[in-house]
Every structure is written in C-alpha cells, then in structure tokens.
C-alpha cells in the first residue's frame, strides 16, 4: 500500500490529525499502519476534515501583489492537512474482513496509506444473503460497492431524510427492489400517489398491489371510529355521547340479528341507526344504563356537533365506509409492495384509517410469532410517506401512538418501521431516535440538521457538515444496517418510483395556441364587431 500521509501531534484512540503532500480526499478510506512491540497494526479510518495551507502565505497577508508574487516560488509548498476517524483495528480472516474497536491510540508519526481497494470491496460486501447493495462509497475513484444488512432495517427501523429533490424516492426505490427480489414484503402508507403506478417487479412480473381505504366502521375501535367522524381527541364530551351510542346501537344488533349481524344489515342502515342512538340520548325519556352513563344533563351543542359530523361522513366519505368487509390489513399480498393510496383522504381520516392498520399489523405479528392464527404470518416492513403528518412533533395523533409502539416493541415481533420526510424537525424525536438506522441525503435547513443530531448519537458534528453539500442521490449512512458511518452514492433504481412534480412549461407550452388565437381576436376586435 502506498504511503500517502503521517500522523503528527498528539493522538487518540478514534482520532488523529496528520498532514500529506499528496491530493487527498474528504470522506477517502486510508489504513493507519504502526508496530506495537512485535505486533504490526493496521487501522481503517476515514478523512473527516482536511485544507490545505502555504506557510509563505498566511491569512494576514494584505496585498494581493505581494501574493501573486510568493505564488510564484511557493507552489510546490503547500501541506495538505486534516483529520481522520478510526473507524477500527482490520482483522482479515482470510475469508472474512471485520472491525475490532481499538482500546489504545496508534503511535504519532505512524503511517498514513493509500488503503487497498479489495480490503474495502470486502468490509463493505456483501456477508450473506441479508446484505443487499444500496450504492458505492462517494469518495473513492473505483466502484466500491456499499452493501447494507436489510434485516436490521426492518428489525431496528429507517429513517430516509432529505429536502425535496434530493433523492428520496430513488432510494426508497432501491430499498423496495431489494427487498421484493428477497421475496419481502411491504406495506406503503402513500400520500401523494407516487407509488400507484410505480413499475416495481419481481423477475419482470408487476409486484405492486394497490390496496383502496376501504374501512369497516364495526372493525373500529370507539376511539378510532370517533377520529374518522372528526370527534377530536380532547372533546371528551362529544367523544362519551358518540361512544354510548355506538355500543348501544351493537348490543341492540347483537340481540337482533347475532353475533353476525353485519351481514344482515347495509352501511347506509347502520349509520342511520347509529343516529337514531345518538338522537335519543337527548329525549327527556331516555332512562337505564345509558342514562346514568351520561352523567348529567345533556348538552345539547356537543350532541348536534356529534350529529353533523355523522353527517358529514356520510356525504364526505361514505364511498370509503362499508360495513362487513374484512380489514384492509388481508388485502395484504406477500411478497409484493403493498400501496394504501391516502391521497384523496385529509390528514385526520388517513391518522384514523392508518392507525387501524398499525394497531392490526401489531396485533397479528405478535399472534404470529406466539404461535397463534395471524393474518399477518411472515415478517413486514411499513413504509410512511410524508411521516411528520402522522407522527409530528406537535402533533398528537392516534397513528403516532402505534408508531412508537412499533418502534419499540417490533424487533421482537418481525415488524419494521420506515419513515420518509423532507420536514425532519417536524418529526416527533422520540419516534425518530427509534430509528436506529438513517439515511440522510441533503440537508439545509440548520433546525432540520440539529433535530436530527439530537436523534442521533452516531451522527456527529463532522458528518453533519456535509449534509449541506450533499449533490442528489449522495447520503450519509448511519446505523446497524452499516455499522459505521458511510459516505454513500445511491445508486440509481432502474424500476423507480416517480415524484408528482409537474411539468408547468410543457403545460404553457400545450395551451400556447389558444393564447394566440386570443391575441388575433383583440389585435382588431372593431373588424370583428363588424362581421357581427
């Protein structure tokens, strides 16, 4: 390996400052090389800052003259200088290439050398079959390839970060593809139809299964039937009356029709009864169990809001609302990208809809893995487009109770969380500490970096400052997926999904004809009054 630097000054066991003469590299991979009594070491690190000086010019220098004139004898006297994080000890198995955290700092003036491209091809490989490429490393010449561990991502969770136009929706492309060639399977909370007509296969066959929002209201728990109305979490008062009538209206069914009564009854009838229920609460006459769960008299203002929003859904969304279907969680096909298109829904019936599905998947995963019937009998990954309106930092929602709940308890169950934004600092930061693994492309805005910092333990100030400069499709790689902290070049997904963005001058262009044939008109509106 050849010599490209040396460590000088005081050293430590995870960092060194050194200086070269050779053109190197911010985020280049080098090997540290020292003997300790008999033993020779050799280190892997990266170069995490490096500039470059002239002793003959300092920066107090005054007169651009007197500069261009040291220029002249002095060019071949710059230093390159910087530092490099030890990322660890290489152990070479022979078959098998690893890292082992150093406990003692290399030696000043140990060599700095030009690491050797097939140790890298190594450290970052492919290990077994649950390594799958994601891209190549950003700072080095030759194709590297970068090879993350897809069962740490769904079990420890992803959080895919960046500004609009950064690369998102490539990557979550590359991630997806992968995960269906290992026949996985996906389920997509979509807010903006990106990934409808995405063109995802799996040995040239259509792996994309688009799931419509139907909802049962009787699969609904009160609390999550009570969102989709719009009944908010702090109206306690209008939330009791809307609950009593509902459990009412069931018992009443139940003793009617059975324990099936749903195959006995329309949406449409149910609703109305529902009503009915709701109605009666406020008759003077209405006496029994209800009566004394009401607690006082009634009031009436929050039984007419209550009332209205019924209503409401009705006309708003009743095309969603069918009573008797099974939960949207069986339309799930394994093996495939399942898409739950949330785009025609507002924000507080996709919270409703969607934490209903967390709360299933959940449900069925633990059953699946005690040993128990599940609808859900193989491990899955929920992917969570535009994640800061589920799971906001100011923003209390059902769906974000579950989400934590995932982040938390999933990894023992096989159920796995991925959450995609370009609003991080909107993100709740208990959920997104949770994800133990990132991908973060470009970041600008300094309130973004900081919320995402303060998530992360493993993303430091270095790292931090290249989030700015990130070119589209480059990102840092963080987490047990890796290991350590990479510099990455996603590549580029041949079946990708496609942002929205739509094309404004080719639109212009399109209706450019019928401008002209108004500006003829009122070049000479008299000449047309006439023929008139």
């Not at 690893?98 to 003692?104: G, K, M, N, Y």
Request: contains cysteine; neutral net charge; aromatic residues 6%.
């Amino acid at each position: 390996m050849k010599k490209v630097g040396i460590c000088v000054g005081t050293t430590r066991p995870n960092r060194v400052t050194f200086v070269s003469d050779k053109p190197l590299r911010l985020g280049q991979f080098v090997c540290l090389r020292f003997k300790e009594e008999t033993e020779e070491n050799l280190l892997l690190g990266m170069i995490q800052s490096i500039e470059r000086e002239n002793p003959y010019l300092p920066e107090n220098i005054k007169n651009p003259e007197h500069a261009e004139g040291i220029k002249k004898f002095s060019t071949n006297e710059s230093t390159v200088r910087g530092e490099i994080q030890i990322l660890g000890k290489i152990i070479d198995t022979g078959e098998e290439v690893f890292l082992q955290i150093p406990r003692t700092p290399p030696f000043p003036a140990s060599e700095i050398l030009e690491v050797d491209k097939e140790l890298l091809k190594k450290v970052f490989g492919a290990k077994s079959n649950k390594f799958v490429r994601i891209g190549r490393l950003l700072a080095e010449k030759e194709d590297i390839p970068v090879f993350i561990d897809i069962e740490q991502v769904v079990l420890r969770h992803l959080a895919i970060l960046a500004v609009t136009g950064a690369g998102k929706s490539n990557t979550v492309s590359v991630i997806l593809k992968n995960i269906i060639n290992l026949s996985g399977t996906v389920l997509v909370f979509d807010f903006h139809g990106e990934y409808l007509k995405s063109k995802l296969t799996r040995n040239g066959k259509n792996a994309v299964n688009v799931i419509k929002p139907l909802i049962n209201p009787a699969s609904l728990k009160p609390k999550e039937f009570a969102s989709l109305i719009g009944i908010k979490q702090t109206a306690y008062i209008q939330f009791r009356y809307f609950r009593i009538a509902l459990e009412s209206l069931i018992e009443n069914l139940e003793e009617e029709k059975g324990k099936n009564w749903q195959n006995f009854i329309s949406t449409n009838e149910f609703l109305q009864r529902l009503k009915e229920e709701l109605e009666n609460l406020g008759s003077t006459e209405e006496e029994g169990e209800k009566r004394k769960k009401i607690k006082g008299k009634i009031r009436e203002d929050s039984l007419y809001e209550v009332l209205n929003k019924l209503e409401d859904l009705e006309l708003e969304l009743g095309h969603i609302i069918k009573l008797g279907i099974p939960p949207i969680i069986e339309e799930i096909k394994p093996g495939f990208v399942n898409v739950i298109d949330f785009s025609e829904l507002d924000e507080d019936v996709a919270d409703a809809i969607a934490s209903n599905i967390l709360r299933w998947s959940l449900e069925e995963r633990k059953k699946a893995v005690r040993g128990k019937t599940s609808k859900i009998p193989y491990p899955i990954l929920i992917v969570i487009e535009e994640a800061h309106i589920l799971a906001g930092e100011k923003r209390n929602t059902d769906s974000k109770y579950y989400i934590a709940r995932i982040a938390r308890e999933g990894r023992k169950f096989g159920l796995g969380i991925t959450i995609v934004t370009q609003r991080p600092k909107g993100l709740d930061r208990e959920i997104l500490s949770q994800m133990n693994n990132m991908i973060i492309l470009k970041l600008v805005e300094p309130e973004d970096q900081k919320h995402v910092q303060r998530a992360s333990e493993s993303l430091s100030q270095e790292l931090m400052n290249y989030l700015p400069g990130l070119n589209p499709g480059e990102a840092i790689i963080i987490g047990n997926m890796t290991k350590i902290p990479l510099l990455v070049k996603i590549d580029k997904a041949k079946e990708k999904i496609e942002g929205i963005d739509i094309d404004v001058v080719k639109q212009w262009s399109q209706n450019s004809h019928q401008l002209q044939e108004q500006e003829l008109f009122f070049e000479n509106p008299l000449d047309e009054l006439e023929n008139l």
